[in-house]
């Protein structure tokens, strides 16, 4: 646990670092609830809340996760995204579906996993399918020997198939460790790069799971 808290205190340290020397950032914090049943499929329920730079709340999201694992190197998953994001004038709503496809698998003391993944993105009132995103994802995990701490690094790209173009892409790195059979927690830094003139945005995440 000394560990952990030391990586959680050198993370936070280059994170405010890193505000330092920008004007868009924000801390995202999510929780997962997760129920097993009929051995190869899952349920979760996943609440998250996004903070702005001056810790106020900029968007919160509820989403239902369905997962099936038909094979022991393949998991598949559908859900729904309910998300509100927080403005003065007006609080805008949007959905979106999420499908998901995510081979895994391991090395020595590695594992990695290539998910792809198909979203839409639609405000009420708007088409649904109208904009597609696909949205590849590539993670490596290292297992410490002999430590539950595991260090990853990831990078996902957002590639609107409606105007066949790059729309960001996302770098994180963080670390996650199981403190018992049911539950876990992780923080990761995470840069936000848009292919425009848009500025990128730094994030500290904070992430904790339990399995029922």
Known sequence: MKRLFLLIVAICAGYTSILANTEKFGTWIE????????KDFEFSIIPEIRLQDDFTVDEYIFEGKLGYEPIKFLDLSVSYRYNTNVKEKGNEVSNNF???????????????????????????????WETVYFRPRAKLKYNIKKVKINPYVCYELYYNLKNNELYKGRFDIGISRELSKHHEIGI?????????????????????????
Request: aromatic fraction near 22%.
């Open 98 to 128: 999420v499908f998901d496809a995510t081979g895994k698998t391991d090395y020595k003391r590695f594992d990695g996993a290539l998910r792809l993944r198909f979203t839409n993105e639609y405000d009420a009132g708007d088409i649904p």
């Open 31 to 38: 929780l997962t609830f997760t129920k097993k049943f009929l």
């Open 188 to 212: 990761y830094y995470r840069n936000q790069d848009y292919y425009s003139t848009r500025n990128s945005i730094h994030i500290l995440g904070i992430d904790y799971g339990f399995k029922f």
